[in-house]
T-cell receptor, first 110, second 114 residues
């Protein structure tokens, strides 16, 4: 089983739609969780960290469910500029290695 | 405010050649990482370093070597290039003092082995 798993998509949604991605992780001792965004042929960039109580940044909401070992990302009012690959990242306990999922491709359609 | 700088940006190697991918960060970060990303895949950790003089293997270290003689630099060495090493290589760094510390990435090196 992969340490971090994501649905690769693609998710094709119209502008203005709400879309949600899930990610599961296998190591119950994982400490830190992140969503990164990666545009085509570019480096990954932090979108948001995921805190235990859940957190929101504008149109983006991240949630953590430790009991079920998954994190989620909700994007409201999708924009064309949201088209990208969203990478789920888990920081393994004690070693600070960032473990990446394969990413979920999002395409927002006009 | 350079952040993480990788050189070169692109390189074509012949099978059996060797090369060094350079990575430098100017943020005084203690942790540094090398990842590779194959088409349509996530990032796989090759090697990482928790500080000068200390390196450790990641998920896919075979065919690579690293060194960390200074806090700023973390070069990745390919000794005998193989077609399977065709990939995009990303260097990253982070300043780990507590959890939820993010990693910052360089712009990547696109390597093709023919």
């Amino acid at each position: 089983r992969k340490e971090v798993e994501q649905d690769p998509g693609p998710f094709n949604v119209p502008e203005g739609a709400t879309v949600a991605f899930n990610c599961t992780y296998s190591n119950s001792a994982s400490q830190s969780f992140f969503w990164y965004r990666q545009d085509c042929r570019k480096e990954p960039k932090l979108l948001m960290s995921v805190y235990s109580s859940g957190n929101e940044d504008g149109r983006f909401t991240a949630q953590l469910n430790r009991a079920s070992q998954y994190i989620s990302l909700l994007i409201r009012d999708s924009k064309l500029s949201d088209s990208a690959t969203y990478l789920c990242v888990v920081n393994s306990s004690g070693t600070y290695k960032y473990i990446f999922g394969t990413g979920t491709r999002l395409k927002v359609l006009a | 405010n350079a952040g993480v700088t990788q050189t070169p940006k692109f390189r074509i190697l012949k099978i059996g050649q060797s090369m060094t991918l350079q990575c430098a960060q100017d943020m005084n970060h203690n942790y540094m990482y090398w990842y590779r990303q194959d088409p349509g895949m996530g990032l796989k950790l090759i090697y990482y370093s928790v500080g000068a003089g200390i390196t450790d293997k990641g998920e896919v270290p075979n065919g690579y070597n690293v060194s960390r003689s200074t806090t700023e630099d973390f070069p990745l060495r390919l000794e005998l290039a193989a077609p399977s090493q065709t990939s995009v290589y990303f260097c990253a760094s982070s300043y780990v003092v507590h959890k939820n510390t993010e990693a910052f990435f360089g712009q990547g090196t696109r390597l093709t082995v023919v």
